[in-house]
């Protein structure tokens, strides 16, 4: 392959580095906490089996399943929560972009159609309008010397 063939590596933007390095985090530490729930549901397990105390291994087990779901399900909903601080935020930098950078240019838009719908009055007025009145006299007088001259024709 040809030195020319070769097809330039994209470097990724500061903002994709960022994101993605952010996502590779995310998803070590979610990996991390299911790793410590499952090791911590196994040491339960064999807790449960080693005590005496307990009626039977398999209400043990059960109880702490339900436990382990019971946290689970709170963690699960602590994460939600946060989740949806994130989204907030995400929603609010949303407005105040559109607040503070589209209005702007919408407010700029609006003067530049004022301006054009202003630049298009004065020609129609000024240019367009005297243009269309010569034109139809020139037409009229031009059709007012045909008659005459059919008139003088027909003598």
């Known amino acids: 392959m040809a030195a020319s063939d070769k097809v330039p590596e994209q470097i990724p933007t500061p903002a994709e580095a960022r994101l993605k390095r952010n996502l590779i985090l995310s998803l070590v530490i979610v990996g991390v906490l299911m790793l410590g729930m499952i090791a911590l549901l196994v040491v339960l ?60 240019m919408l407010e700029t838009i609006n003067d530049t159609l004022a301006t054009v719908r202003g630049t298009t009055q004065f020609v129609s007025h000024h240019m367009v309008s005297p243009t269309i009145q010569a034109a139809s006299f020139m037409a009229g007088v031009r059709r007012v010397l045909k008659e005459v001259a059919n008139t003088l024709r027909g003598r």
């Open 45 to 104: 397990a064999v807790e449960a089996y080693r005590s005496p105390t307990q009626p039977s291994p398999g209400a043990a087990v059960v109880s702490l399943l339900r436990d382990a779901a019971i946290i689970l399900v709170a963690f699960e909903t602590l994460l939600i929560g946060i989740l949806l601080i994130v989204l907030t935020i995400q929603v609010q930098a949303l407005v105040s972009l559109l607040r503070d950078e589209m209005r702007p």
